[in-house]
């Protein structure tokens, strides 16, 4: 298995422009989650899914954050418009039930 | 409000030596208890776990201890290699039947040789 992916692996972008996130999670896996990583407060959550449902999206931080995952195999999260507080690296996450979550590579995004 | 804390930033060891990594919680109800690291451009991975109804759990040279009165958690590991340099986060399981994590701010361990 080629284990969750994600891309792109980098993006630079300017304020104002639409960003566009991507993950593949596990085949097999019935949870997906996003998360953000920043040095200031560690790995966020962002929201989680489970069988393509969103669950919990509390931990999106604004309006202009927002996330889809039309089928079992493909996550979407979008930012629009993007600031540059929004620069840090975005993790996507998979797990089959209460199991351990299994990390993407990450995406590190930067808005200037 | 963070319920999930680690209040070291970072931890220096020498190559040989015991790291302990301190995680604390506010929530009792939390069931189940994780250690994840992350080195440099990847993913955080799995490391070890515990279950509420223990206190210790042991693989290799990684141990996790686990105080419910205290609310805190640790990862001690032994020896210490120059490979096991990465950050070290605790994640927190509150029961659903999600598999919803919490995570701490993250602990940065160099292993000097």
């Known amino acids: 298995d080629a284990g969750v992916i994600q891309s792109p692996r980098h993006e630079v972008t300017e304020m104002g422009q639409e960003v566009t996130l991507r993950c593949k999670p596990i085949s097999g896996h019935n949870s997906l989650f996003w998360y953000r990583q920043t040095m200031m407060r560690g790995l966020e959550l962002l929201i989680y899914?489970?069988?393509?449902?969103?669950?919990?999206d509390s931990g999106m931080p604004e309006d202009r954050f927002s996330a889809k995952m039309p089928n079992a195999s493909f996550s979407t999260l979008k930012i629009q418009p993007s600031e540059p507080r929004d620069s840090a690296v975005y993790f996507c996450a998979s797990t089959l039930g209460v199991n351990e979550q299994f990390f993407g590579p990450g995406t590190r995004l930067t808005v200037l | 409000d963070q319920q999930v804390k680690q209040n070291s930033p970072s931890l220096s060891v020498q190559e040989g030596r015991i790291s302990i990594l301190n995680c604390d919680y506010t929530?009792?109800?939390?069931?189940?208890f994780l250690w994840y690291k992350k080195y440099p451009a990847e993913g955080p991975t799995f490391l070890i776990s515990?279950?509420?109804?223990?206190d210790k759990n042991e693989d290799g040279r990684f141990t996790v201890f686990l105080n419910k009165s205290a609310k805190h958690l640790s990862l001690h590991i032994v020896p210490s290699q120059p490979g096991d340099s990465a950050v070290y986060f605790c994640a927190i399981r509150d029961g659903t039947s999600y598999g919803k994590l919490t995570f701490g701010q993250g602990t940065i361990l160099t292993v000097h040789p």
């Open positions: 899914f489970n069988n393509n449902v969103p669950i919990d």
């Open positions: 929530n009792s109800m939390f069931d189940y």
């Open positions: 515990i279950s509420s109804i223990k």
